[in-house]
């Protein structure tokens, strides 16, 4: 407590000389409202700490605290600090955090950011160590693709047997191991028909004689840095007096190696992470990193942050019961003094359709509050999916019944046609050895360069050992004739005359972009083009000059693209959110919604199948992940049938829904979802759900129903039409029991004890869409409708 926080201290401050009163320890607000195990990580400063922090709460709280208190109590001044994040948004909130609780703007804090921006400051300052200029290009994705293929046809290989893409994800992921292709062990050699470590290294003299690098070459450069330069590292040990990591689970082998590489001068590292949350693998995450932790920093002290604020009892509850089937974790378990609330709620359905048709109808319940709980605003309920192609049935019936929405993680802003050519002029610029920038702009707009002569300009360009650039410049002079030549030679002379405007400094980095855009033809191309994406295109323009406000040149706003390609655009209003689970992660929601729930789908057969008991851990991860994204309410859901990618296949609950206990859950699928033989889903005496039947016991019950041997079998086939049923030997496949299916001929009239009289006008298996005289159109199964004995 400080001095001055009673009365008091209050008084007795005042009577002290003015000098002494503006020397006291000032307040510490930042320490109100913490918890205790929150409180022991903020103010233990010394040696190694990992704050284990379980999903919600509240790590972002004490992370910033940390800083806070560093700052604070002078045990260090601001760039003396390595703050560390995945993503820009986490580092300007922790800023603005920090800022918040010392009652001030934090000013000074350089080394705040993600690893891939701090590694460019790094990198700028030691380029020439790694054979870099200083003025480096960082290539994004779609110009790493456009050099791979070049490599690739200049080998004759064939790209679509030996895609560019699965060149780059190769040699991403051993540049996330910190591997140069020196260094790749020769049991991964055999990546890429047994020449991915050649194209590695054929990639990476490439990316040198453009003076370029990738999002890899960040990490790996500096990591190559501080082992072969011990003066360079050891400068930077001594730097940074305290080492602040977030999400420190979600780290790979190169980011782990760098840290560690730092930590070991003062080695005052405070990692952040919860190993239940580590769900990135697929793209080099190793939670092994945390797991380790006490191994790789001995004497670390370990702080469990296990109080949660954000979701109910139940919610927890369920999260708990399916992590814990995870074995390689540290452990904690999770409380939270809020009320109970409601349950996790599980539902199946028959389909896709009828589980995107249940949760619409569900969301627009539960925005009108009826169903027993307070109204809920759109944005405050979301649909997290495992795969992208599941959001097409929610789309749909979305896009049906007018229910606003939004897709998260969709294409982005900088990732059209028309802000990737400006870019690259924005790039040459900046960077004249930038060559694949060059190779997109020399002919946009047309200037009567055709394929050959540019490849000209290429050859002269290497037989003369310089950039496409100045391979250009020797053909204005001697290798091309004609319009093609008058043209690129006033490209050359306006790309000159724009990069003396930007060193010159005499136009702002904004009217210079909208000179380069007008001058160049591009603006005027559009503005020409009569098709009907062109005043979208010259708007988007616009967009991307305005944009460039908040930067302070050109270089640093590539910078800044290069790093996080993202700009999504809301209107304000409210919107019902549709993302996958890997995408939410961070996120929180009132409401949640968790379809798709079924073997095969979530857990991802493909990650069981790739990774075997590591991928089905991840899967737990993420299903955990999931369930705690929900503050008040979680609804999980499946279907007996998906349909994927055109073909119906049918499926079985995910083996997760077994790992919830079932006094946390309300069960709310309707009696005789799957047909006769295999009853309804509603809580078993003994545990676990009935109706609900686990993939072990599935292959015995549709054997001993034998129901392929059955006239309901012959039946379906006969009715089946075009497409032809299943066969016997996918029977272990299949959830319906052929034997209790009715069928009925479109244009019968039936009855059904709930929705009266209606006529069948589709017919789909064993379930029957009815037209019913006062309840409208509905799917029903077969076996709850009857033909006897109704009035015509």
Known sequence: MNEFDDADGFEAAAALPLSARAMARPAMPYLDGLNPEQRQAVETLDGPVLMLAGAGTGKTKALTARIAHLLATGRARPYDLLAVTFTNKAAREMKNRVGQNIGQVVEGMPWLGTFHSLCVKILRRHAELVGLKSNFTILDTDDQLRLLKQLLKAANIDDKRWPARHLAGVIDNWKNRAWGPEQVPVAEAAHFNNQGVDFYKQYQARLLALNAVDFGDLLLHVVTIFQRHKDVLEHYQQKFRYILVDEYQDTNVAQYLWLRLLAAGHKNICCVGDDDQSIYGWRGAEVGNILRFEKDFPGAHVVRLEQNYRSTPHILAAASAVINGNANRLGKTLWTAEKEGEKLRLIGHWDG?????????????????????????????????????????????????????????????????????????????????????LERIINTPKRGLGEKAIQTIQRLARDNGVSMLDGARIAVDSGLSGKGRQALSELIDALDRWRLHMHEGELSHIELAEIILEESGYTDFWKNDKSIEAQGRLENLKELVKALEQFENLQGFLEHIALIMDNEADDGSAKVSIMTLHGAKGLEFPAVFLPGWEDGLFPSQRSMDESGLKGLEEERRLAYVGITRAEEVCTISFAANRRTYGQMQSTLPSRFIDELPPEHVDVLTPPGLYGGGFGAAAPRAGGGFEGIIKASEMEARVASANSYNSPGWARMQKRSGARPMRQPSEARNMVLDAEAVVLHDIGTRVFHQKFGYGRVIGVEGNKLHIDFEKAGQKHVLASYVSTDEVPF
Do not use: N
Not at 425 to 434: A, E, G, N, Q, T
């Open 353 to 437: 359709e009828d589980e995107a048709r249940w949760v619409g109808e569900e969301i627009e319940a539960m925005q009108r509050g009826t169903r027993g709980m307070r109204p809920y605003d759109l944005s405050k309920m979301a649909i997290l999916v495992r795969a992208t192609h599941q959001m097409r049935a929610f789309e749909d019936r979305f896009l049906t019944i007018g229910l606003p929405y939004r897709v998260i993680g969709g294409p982005r802003f900088y990732e059209r046609l028309e802000i990737r050519d400006a870019m690259a002029y924005f790039r040459v610029v900046c960077s004249p050895d930038d060559d694949l920038a």
